[in-house]
């Protein structure tokens, strides 16, 4: 079935209402998106073709802004519309574009904030919707390490790693840098529990090849309970270059993944 497209809206709203209906376009075609700058011409029936687009449509979009809130015509546009999707297969969507409240009778549906998220995100939304796909985006992962990089003196950084959201088990940590293992070394303190202290060289995703100490956590770190250890410096630690903290996120692979050093 073809999807008929139906944009309600109040003319005060034309300009980024054009916009967001002529991406529809795109991808739609106007003959199956019922706009009125384009599909009520000169000489036509402003009601008759309001009710020609009411029936064909299988999506409907109202644009919810003070101003169209006050219009009777589109109160009577998307009173009708709702009332359609209720006995029937339709989709009826607000979209909030403005600071106004979405009136109550629409509250125990979902709608679309492009006023709080964009014209990006809403646009892709519709698409979704039209399509009568998920709407669901995944969110970025969260952060649950971070570091902090404290200099003590001219040759000497302490550093701490903190567990954020949830605890991570027995975990392998490396302090990394562009300079030559005589240049560097990472003091781990024993009061930690660590194995050895080991040496390896990570790739970062730019292929620059960093040295690194690693040393594996015989404990939980846990939200409150940071780790914490030193750096040394041969000369100075202005000398260091490119500074990364890493976990370790897959043993037998050797990969490390960088910590947010704030």
């Known amino acids: ?31 199956n998106i019922f706009y009125d700058a384009w599909s009520i011409q000169p000489g036509d029936s402003i009601i008759g073709k309001m009710n020609e687009g009411l029936d064909a449509f299988t999506t409907f979009f109202f644009f919810v802004s003070n101003n169209s809130l006050e219009s009777k015509m589109v109160a009577l546009e998307w009173q009708t519309a709702l009332n359609k999707s209720i006995n029937k297969d339709l989709k009826f969507v607000a979209i909030r ?17 492009l006023y709080g998220e964009g014209l990006d995100s ?14 669901y985006k995944p969110l970025d992962n969260i952060e649950n390490l971070e570091a902090t990089y404290e200099i003590i003196d001219s040759k ?68 409150g309970f940071p780790f914490v250890f030193e750096v040394v410096a041969k000369q100075n630690l202005h000398a260091l270059k490119n500074i990364t903290i890493y976990i370790l996120k897959n043993a037998e692979k050797g990969l490390f993944e960088s910590i947010p050093i704030k």
Request: proline share 2%; charged share 25%.
């Open 97 to 113: 574009i403005d600071d106004c409240s979405i009136p109550a009778i629409l509250l125990d549906k979902l709608y679309i904030d």
């Open 122 to 135: 809403t646009v892709e939304k519709m698409r979704c919707i039209i399509r009568s796909e998920n709407c």
């Open 1 to 31: 079935m073809t999807e008929k497209i139906f944009i309600s809206y109040n003319h005060k709203d034309q300009r980024l209402i054009d916009t967001v209906t002529r991406r529809l376009v795109l991808e739609f075609g106007k003959n």
């Open 156 to 223: 000497k950084a302490k550093i701490t790693i903190k567990a954020i959201a949830y605890s991570e088990n027995s975990p392998t940590f490396a302090f990394a840098c562009q300079n030559s293992f005589d240049e560097f070394s990472a003091c781990f303190t024993i009061s930690e529990g660590l194995a050895l202290t080991n040496r390896v060289k990570i790739t970062t995703e730019k292929g620059l090849v960093l040295n690194a100490y690693t040393a594996r956590i015989q404990r939980t770190l846990q939200p």
